[in-house]
């Protein structure tokens, strides 16, 4: 048996160590020894708890808010089967399907559906094409993680282009797993591009897109050059999904940092593999980090300090310049994954749109 | 009286309590569920502990040792008084200023002390300078938090940028607390701008610098601006120090993340106080990111993705940017404060100097 004074003393010791959470202390001192025990040698970097404010400084109001944003709900959906993906799908679809027509005549936009190369897409310009785009043509790829965003509801950044930059830009609605895996969407969008060079000179053409859509723009561009076709005169990879398995250290360092995508392990790994199939996710063509990018046309690329991706950004200009490829890159401040054209009123969505667009008007001929 | 099996069961409950670590454990599940319940609402993000290991893809061998290796024993240092500052000055400046002979010999660049304006300076220079930079001149202020860093000790950037790039540069010795606390440094350092500016054509200069010296290097253009003095045509400011406050959002994002300078709250946060003396933090000459960035010159800024400084760094980007000015941003994968500059053999230190070193040669005159 043992005294209830002893079980007291002894709980409280216990309850004081399961109290005691270094990181959320504001005994500053005590965090740092234990972190300068933990990293004393080479290795695993120990990282403590934290609750992190989101950042003001040189931040607009409205990108704020998107900062502090909770986790999105999805980030941790792990669809069992097709059907439970194709209605997580449905679902995230009609909901962003529903803003676009607003979204369209705000920017004065017209979104029109047309078919190319029996690829279903849409075609997006302003009401008025200013003159100086008039010969120019844009290939919109969107994002969605090789799965999300059919049909009207990732046409988002293709509008927000078309908009701020006054472009004619067509949008691929490639067709997505769990029906159609990889090279589904890879293929409807090389048939899109070898008719689109038709349409317009390829010296006045880019491609674009975000996340998935980056990726898929510098896969793109990997297999035009494997197939000897024209080449865009720019691209526009925004933080972009340059490689699809766990590999680059924002995936760590940010990962529950993110407030979009949150963690790889979550939808986000499972929609790699269901587009993947049977290839390895480090096929160039997947995975475009592990491709040639010599040849590649000048780029310009997007993403923010707490984006799961900015290793997949950085990583992709880097490499871009170390193959002799001019790449400008730009990085938010406090932005998790592609929250740089989440709300068309922020003042940042239109300085990245802006900085895209005015990139695109340097190296496109008119 | 307690049981003795009351108590046992009681402690291992407790126990099982102290031994769940969400971030560390493998079962990510659980994790998911804790993150989601604590991050279901806007306001702070909640991160969990962490043991992150380094990056390894697109990452040299030597920059992987630099990225995985333990906290630099200074981070926590808070010296007490003017004489523990300056034991702590003098110890890491005897160590580094050993390495700076055999530093130079392998660039081939001589390293001669001079008096410029009154103001202690190195010239270093390639023994043979090319002949396509011999009307050039750039200037070089060192890192080291206003306070470490004198005499030879902080010259390793001069005579990378002289070696890779094949330039002459004044490296400048600038006065530092303890004993000349602010405007000390920055009346140095434009004592001997303005000295500088006669032994070349400004057109055919540029000012860079690391860290503190990435501030100074914004701050020197400030009040260049200022005093109606020439500009330089170029500037490189690298991971500048540009918010001496701890405002930025990698200063939460990055702490305990990044090894060298690991916390704000370290001697890092001490050095900024001492250095301001009585002035405000945020006055332009300290914080240049407070100040007016417009008719600046064209800038390359260079830091990694695991810096406590790459807000400081974007936020400069994005602040000049939006002036107007041409800007390039370079992030390496992985790297904490100033890695791009560590070890002379990686092959980062070679492409980001060579980058630094090619963007001067595109802006100045020759």
Chains 1, 2 share one sequence.
Request: with cysteine; proline share 7%.
């Amino acid at each position: 048996m043992i005294s209830r004074k002893t079980f007291v003393a002894v709980a409280i010791l216990v309850c004081v160590g399961v109290a005691y959470r270094p990181a959320l202390a504001d005994d500053y001192v005590a965090v740092a020894k234990v972190q300068a025990g933990a990293n004393a040698n080479p290795g695993l970097r120990h990282v403590p708890e934290k609750f992190i404010a989101g950042p003001t400084a040189g931040v607009s109001l409205q990108e704020q808010a998107i900062i502090a944003a909770p986790y999105i709900p999805i980030f941790n959906a792990h669809p069992k089967d097709a059907a439970e993906w194709k209605a997580l799908v449905s679902r995230l679809a009609d909901a962003a399907a529903k803003n676009i027509p607003a979204l369209a005549k705000k920017f004065d936009v017209t979104v029109m559906p047309i078919t190319i190369a029996g690829v279903k897409c849409y075609l997006v310009q302003p009401t008025v094409l200013p003159e100086r785009n008039r010969h120019r043509l844009l290939v919109h790829v969107h994002g969605g993680g090789y799965v999300l965003g059919p049909g009207l509801s990732a046409t988002r950044e293709a509008i927000l282009l078309a908009g701020f930059g006054g472009f004619k830009v067509i949008s691929i609605d490639y067709r997505m797993p769990p029906d159609f895996p990889y090279p589904a969407a890879m293929d409807d969008a090389m048939a899109v591009w070898k008719e689109a060079v038709k349409m317009a000179d390829p010296k006045n053409m880019a491609i674009f897109g975000t996340s998935t859509g980056g990726g898929m723009t510098l896969a793109m561009v990997l297999r035009a050059k494997d197939e000897h076709l024209p080449l865009p005169a720019a691209i526009a990879p925004g933080t972009p999904w340059a490689d699809l398995t766990d590999t680059g250290d924002s995936y760590k360092t940010n990962e529950w940092v993110d407030n979009i995508l949150v963690t790889w392990n979550g939808w986000l790994g499972d929609a790699a593999k269901l587009y993947a199939g049977s290839h390895d996710l480090k096929e160039p063509y997947l995975s475009p980090i592990y491709g040639d990018f010599r040849g590649f046309p000048p780029a310009i690329l997007t993403t923010g300090t707490r984006d799961l991706f900015l290793s997949n950004t950085v990583r992709t200009h880097r490499k871009l310049r170390r193959a002799g490829v001019e790449a400008d890159l730009n990085v938010y401040e406090g932005q998790s994954h592609a929250e740089y054209y989440v709300n068309p009123d922020a003042p940042e969505t239109k300085e990245a749109m802006t900085d895209i667009a005015t990139f695109f008007d340097k190296h496109l001929g008119h």
